[in-house]
């Protein structure tokens, strides 16, 4: 799979709170969050820790019984399943190793709280994250490399694109758990009613949002991230995004890029969110026709009277997907925590538990494998969204990791939308992109 440069969720930063739990002798066997509230499901008793950065031996035999804290942001049904899977294996693991998850809130709050305690030394042993959320600590991160060398079934069974993406900081950083990609949800029955099927690419996307400007008078498209779709647009027209040194798309194919995106909102086509927050609220109302989202967000629409389409993102000359959703990271310096904390992880990215997790919260499973079971097969039978992202898998794009990409998201969100809502012509939203981008770089 072609890895190439992203954008990731933005997010803030605030003070965190609070000290962790950690390992002892004696231990027992015990694209969207809303929760705001810390929720515990175990308690785990304070420990020293060994500091190292790398992974510890491979050899995991002789772990001794401990608690290991995990930072999450679950919410719903996601949060009930990753309970459950945590569940078994703090009773099933031969080891008496201990679980303890803590819910940090939305994925704000959990990367706020890392920052703060990055710079406190109190870190947890386990984390969700996004690599970018990472770039200014991940000298803190555990080097999972031997881990994956000597005490994994077979690392090469993990979707390639998640494997590149745990592997951008030069070393293996860190595991897939939450995967997601973008999707095309879309109001299929006004679809067939015009005649029309899915487009597949740009060309075709212009064409359906002209019939359907005509005979119902709505908007064909929006997009619930603005800089995703900007990264994945560029990328399906063979287009750099961004280095650590600035823009990559001031060119003939980033103007080009720039240029259709300002057509389709200029002539009506596409629309912003608004006060709607997220898409799924305005096609749920069918006051639009199709919109791009995380393949997560179909339980969040309502298709009463109408039937939901889903379908792989338009290309140009080349197809390209963003890849979302965090991985699992490790920042334990006690060797026994480690030993502990990659049994856990071993556990949740077996096949059949990354199987019964996609099927359960609308994830992706993270491995081929687990793609390619009869167990998953079948479930994509009836589930129309999981075949339009599994569709993707080999044109994945992954998001950078430096300093200063998190920002970068952030101003080609506000740049584009200004821009957008001034009707500018292209050369004028693409130098203003350029210039909110190098000044978001050169900080």
Sequence with gaps: MKLKKGLAVALTATMAFGTLTGCSSNGSNNETTTNGTNETTSVAESTSATETTSGAAADNTGIESCTIEFWHAMSNKQEEELTALTE??????????????????????????????????????LAQAYNNWLSSYSDKLVHLDDFVANDFDNWDDIVSGYRDEN???????????????????????????????????????????????TEKGIETIGWDDLAGMFQAMLAQNECDYIDENGALFDNEKGLETVEYIMNLYNNGYARLVGDDGYFSTTISNQRIASYVGSSTGASYITADGWELGV?????????AANAAGTNIVMFSQDTNKQKAAWEYLKFLTTAEN?????????????????????????????????VAAYSQADSFISQPAFEGSYDVMQVVNTTLEEQIYAQADAQTALDALVAAVNEALQK
């Design 167 to 213: 592997s951008q900081f030069g070393f293996i950083s860190g595991v897939p758990f939450n995967k997601s990609t973008y999707v095309l949800f879309y109001n299929k029955t006004l679809f067939d009613e015009l005649g029309l099927t899915a487009p597949t690419t740009w060309d075709e996307l212009l064409t359906v949002a002209e019939t359907i400007k």
């Design 88 to 125: 078994k294996f703090n009773a099933e693991n031969e080891y008496g190793i201990t679980v303890n998850l803590t819910n940090q809130g939305k994925y704000s709050d959990l990367s706020s709280k890392l920052t703060a305690n990055a710079a406190a030394d109190t870190l947890p042993d």
């Design 354 to 386: 990354t199987t019964e997790w996609a099927m359960v919260t609308g994830y992706l499973p993270v491995r081929t494998s687990a793609y390619e079971s009869s167990e998953y097969q079948t479930f994509m039978e009836s589930d129309p969204t999981s």
């Design 311 to 319: 379908a792989p993102l338009m290309s140009k000359t080349d197809k």
